[in-house]
């Protein structure tokens, strides 16, 4: 059984690092992230329950890794877009690519200025896919707490990307 | 300025966008957003934010699992990690264009796993080998042999090998790419050598960073069969 989850994990990692790097704003800092989480799993493999889902049980660690080092640093992430990010963009001519970088980064920006727990939710249910359900059992929370942080979150960013469209919460509130 | 009480929340919109709701719900929404011209734009910003944000953080599905995550999931804390079912791993470096490997520092524990493939076996046993191991096999003619397979990465490709002290015969041979939601920069081989006494066989598993280092796991050596 250990060596299949750990088997699991290895195929999951490309997800980790992806809602990692959603949560720190860093490729780096979130393969730091990602490698303390595991180094935290392998320790408390035996915490695990069969038949739960390990995906469920990363993003939990993760997640609350990086709570526990926010708290440490008590740093917000930094919102520019690294370098690396342009690079992978497949665009076609200069115009285009510079309008791909910007968008891009206006979005990342947009995430990055979230509240935390906006951001996790976000995360992993618009990137990770994950189900309302899921999502709330990987941070805890009640169901109707998902929905209205989720709702938040996306109107922040929808603010954010499209001021025009869309009042803002004071305006909004009714 | 007065408004009439709005007949949603913003948090049935989020959900009827991800088709969360049950289908009287779904029907009961779509009647507030035929009404609604407000609820129509909420929705329709619900829709555009969220697929803005899909594809944003993607950058890490495109590129290979770097070596060192692969290596602390192959890693961890072999001692309360997998009982007794440890497994030894030998943790070296190749640089690209120096035939020569450079031993890392550490020695890796428990990679008792498939890496997504199932092909991997557990050792029975454990314990820990330090780079460069007991068994005193980690030849330049060996190390050669192995870059020279990596270089080369076509499964089935085959490099024999001789050492010159110790008078052992040995090849590496390619198996293939591991599963590819390891990284496409990984390739499984297989290591055997002989001498008078002895016939011996390990795996291992070579992932290629971006800075074309080979990070070289290997699986400790067993009798061939």
Request: a negative charge; proline letters at 5%; one cysteine or more.
């Amino acid at each position: 059984m250990t060596q299949e989850l750990r088997a699991e994990l290895v195929g999951l990692l490309p997800r980790l690092r992806r809602f990692a790097y959603g949560l720190t704003g860093s490729l780096d800092d979130g393969d730091d992230l990602v490698q303390g989480a595991c180094e935290r799993a392998l320790r408390r493999l035996d915490q695990f329950q069969p038949g739960t889902r390990l995906d469920s049980w990363m993003y939990r660690i993760v997640q609350n890794l990086w709570i526990d080092q926010r708290r440490a640093r008590q740093a917000r992430p930094e919102a520019a877009v690294e370098p690396a990010d342009l690079e992978a963009l497949a665009v076609g001519d200069a115009e285009r690519e510079l309008d791909s970088r910007l968008a891009l980064a206006s979005v990342q920006r947009a995430v990055a200025s979230l509240p935390e727990e906006q951001r996790a939710i976000l995360l992993l249910v618009c990137v990770e896919g994950q189900s309302y359900k899921a999502a709330a059992d990987v941070l805890e929370i009640p169901l109707g707490t998902v929905m209205s942080r989720l709702a938040r979150a996306r109107l922040a960013v929808g603010r954010a990307l499209e001021p025009e469209s869309i009042e803002s919460p004071s305006q909004a509130k009714g | 300025m007065t408004k009439q009480p709005k007949s949603w929340v913003e948090s049935m919109l989020v959900a009827y966008v991800d088709n969360q709701l049950e289908p009287a719900q779904m029907a009961a929404v779509e009647e507030i957003i035929r009404d609604d011209p407000e609820a129509r734009t909420i929705v329709a910003v619900l829709r555009r934010s969220a697929a803005a944000v899909k594809t944003a953080f993607d950058q890490p599905l495109r590129e290979a699992v770097p070596a060192r995550l692969l290596a602390t999931v192959g890693a961890g804390d072999g001692s309360t990690a997998v009982g007794g079912n440890v497994v030894s791993l030998v943790a070296r470096k190749l640089r690209l264009g120096r035939p020569t490997i450079t031993a890392l520092a550490a020695s890796l524990a428990a990679l008792a796993i498939g890496f997504g493939a199932g092909h991997w076996q557990a050792a029975p046993g454990g314990g820990i080998r330090v780079a460069g191991g007991s068994d005193g096999a980690e030849s330049g003619q060996y190390e050669a042999a192995l870059y020279q397979a990596l270089e080369d990465s076509n499964p089935g490709t085959q490099i024999a090998y001789v050492e010159t002290a110790g008078g052992r015969h040995g090849a590496v041979t390619i198996v293939g790419p591991v599963a590819a939601n390891v990284g496409g920069n990984c390739l499984e081989f297989l290591r055997e050598w002989s001498d008078a006494s002895n016939k011996v066989m390990s795996r291992g598993l070579a992932c290629r960073s971006d800075t074309g280092e080979w990070s070289v796991l290997t699986m400790p050596p067993k009798p061939a069969s």
